[in-house]
Protein backbone atom coordinates (compact mmCIF):
# COMPACT_ATOMS: atom_id res chain seq x y z
CA UNK A 1 0.00 0.00 0.00
CA UNK A 2 1.41 3.49 -1.03
CA UNK A 3 0.93 6.38 1.56
CA UNK A 4 1.41 9.81 0.12
CA UNK A 5 1.16 12.80 3.28
CA UNK A 6 1.50 16.72 2.90
CA UNK A 7 2.83 19.17 5.24
CA UNK A 8 3.47 23.04 4.91
CA UNK A 9 -0.12 24.63 4.31
CA UNK A 10 -1.28 27.48 6.03
CA UNK A 11 -2.34 30.99 6.02
CA UNK A 12 -0.52 34.09 4.42
CA UNK A 13 -1.41 37.49 3.38
CA UNK A 14 -0.72 38.30 -0.62
CA UNK A 15 2.68 38.24 -1.43
CA UNK A 16 3.80 36.04 0.97
CA UNK A 17 5.36 32.41 0.61
CA UNK A 18 4.65 28.81 1.48
CA UNK A 19 6.57 25.57 0.77
CA UNK A 20 5.06 22.28 1.03
CA UNK A 21 5.88 19.06 1.69
CA UNK A 22 5.06 15.76 0.03
CA UNK A 23 6.18 12.28 1.31
CA UNK A 24 5.49 9.24 -0.09
CA UNK A 25 6.57 4.97 0.48
CA UNK A 26 5.06 2.07 -0.36
CA UNK A 27 5.89 -1.44 -2.14
CA UNK A 28 4.63 -0.22 -5.41
CA UNK A 29 5.45 3.40 -4.97
CA UNK A 30 6.84 5.10 -8.19
CA UNK A 31 8.86 8.05 -7.68
CA UNK A 32 9.42 9.02 -11.49
CA UNK A 33 6.06 11.34 -12.11
CA UNK A 34 4.98 12.87 -8.99
CA UNK A 35 2.79 16.21 -8.81
CA UNK A 36 0.69 18.95 -6.82
CA UNK A 37 -2.77 19.84 -7.87
CA UNK A 38 -5.18 22.12 -6.09
CA UNK A 39 -8.92 21.93 -6.02
CA UNK A 40 -11.06 25.54 -4.81
CA UNK A 41 -14.69 25.15 -3.79
CA UNK A 42 -16.82 25.17 -6.42
CA UNK A 43 -13.75 24.13 -9.51
CA UNK A 44 -12.45 21.32 -10.44
CA UNK A 45 -9.22 19.87 -9.03
CA UNK A 46 -6.46 20.89 -11.81
CA UNK A 47 -2.58 20.76 -12.17
CA UNK A 48 -0.29 23.22 -10.60
CA UNK A 49 3.22 21.43 -11.34
CA UNK A 50 4.68 18.01 -11.98
CA UNK A 51 8.12 16.65 -11.99
CA UNK A 52 9.02 13.75 -13.96
CA UNK A 53 12.54 12.06 -13.77
CA UNK A 54 13.46 14.37 -11.09
CA UNK A 55 14.17 17.11 -13.63
CA UNK A 56 11.59 17.87 -16.01
CA UNK A 57 8.75 20.48 -15.04
CA UNK A 58 5.73 21.56 -15.94
CA UNK A 59 3.86 24.33 -13.97
CA UNK A 60 0.47 25.65 -14.62
CA UNK A 61 0.38 29.13 -16.51
CA UNK A 62 -1.30 30.29 -13.40
CA UNK A 63 1.74 29.88 -11.78
CA UNK A 64 4.86 29.85 -13.99
CA UNK A 65 7.34 32.19 -12.32
CA UNK A 66 6.05 32.19 -8.90
CA UNK A 67 5.66 28.08 -8.01
CA UNK A 68 8.92 25.78 -7.78
CA UNK A 69 8.66 22.06 -8.07
CA UNK A 70 11.40 19.82 -7.00
CA UNK A 71 12.35 16.37 -5.77
CA UNK A 72 15.21 15.44 -3.40
CA UNK A 73 18.52 12.98 -4.52
CA UNK A 74 16.63 10.01 -2.96
CA UNK A 75 13.21 10.83 -4.68
CA UNK A 76 11.08 10.13 -1.70
CA UNK A 77 10.16 13.95 -1.00
CA UNK A 78 8.76 16.43 -3.70
CA UNK A 79 8.95 20.21 -2.22
CA UNK A 80 6.73 22.78 -4.15
CA UNK A 81 7.89 26.32 -3.08
CA UNK A 82 5.28 29.07 -3.33
CA UNK A 83 5.81 33.07 -4.27
CA UNK A 84 3.94 35.48 -4.45
CA UNK A 85 1.34 34.43 -3.55
CA UNK A 86 -2.67 35.20 -4.43
CA UNK A 87 -5.95 35.31 -3.02
CA UNK A 88 -6.61 33.36 -5.94
CA UNK A 89 -4.33 30.24 -4.83
CA UNK A 90 -6.27 29.52 -2.06
CA UNK A 91 -7.53 26.22 -2.36
CA UNK A 92 -6.75 22.58 -0.90
CA UNK A 93 -3.60 21.72 -2.46
CA UNK A 94 -2.82 17.84 -3.15
CA UNK A 95 0.44 15.66 -3.64
CA UNK A 96 0.01 12.98 -6.09
CA UNK A 97 2.14 9.99 -7.22
CA UNK A 98 1.44 7.79 -10.41
CA UNK A 99 2.45 4.10 -10.53
CA UNK A 100 6.08 3.41 -12.26
CA UNK A 101 5.95 2.88 -16.12
CA UNK A 102 2.72 4.76 -17.31
CA UNK A 103 2.87 7.99 -19.11
CA UNK A 104 3.40 11.00 -16.74
CA UNK A 105 1.47 14.32 -17.93
CA UNK A 106 -0.26 17.36 -16.15
CA UNK A 107 -4.33 15.34 -15.33
CA UNK A 108 -5.37 14.33 -12.65
CA UNK A 109 -6.16 10.79 -14.43
CA UNK A 110 -2.32 10.38 -15.09
CA UNK A 111 -1.86 9.74 -11.44
CA UNK A 112 -2.70 6.53 -8.70
CA UNK A 113 -1.71 7.93 -5.81
CA UNK A 114 -3.25 10.71 -3.14
CA UNK A 115 -2.49 12.58 0.04
CA UNK A 116 -5.31 13.82 2.09
CA UNK A 117 -4.66 17.43 0.84
CA UNK A 118 -3.21 20.58 2.69
CA UNK A 119 -4.93 24.09 2.96
CA UNK A 120 -3.27 26.91 1.84
CA UNK A 121 -5.35 30.34 1.89
CA UNK A 122 -4.16 33.60 1.07
CA UNK A 123 -5.76 36.64 2.54
CA UNK A 124 -5.68 40.13 0.32
Known amino acids: QVHVVESGGGSVQAGGSLRLSCAASGSTYGSNCMGWFRQAPGKEREAVAVIYGGRSTYYADSVKGRFTISQDNAKKTVFLQMNSLEPEDTAMYYC??????????????????WGQGTQVTVSS
Open 96 to 113: AAARDGRLCYAHRSAFDY
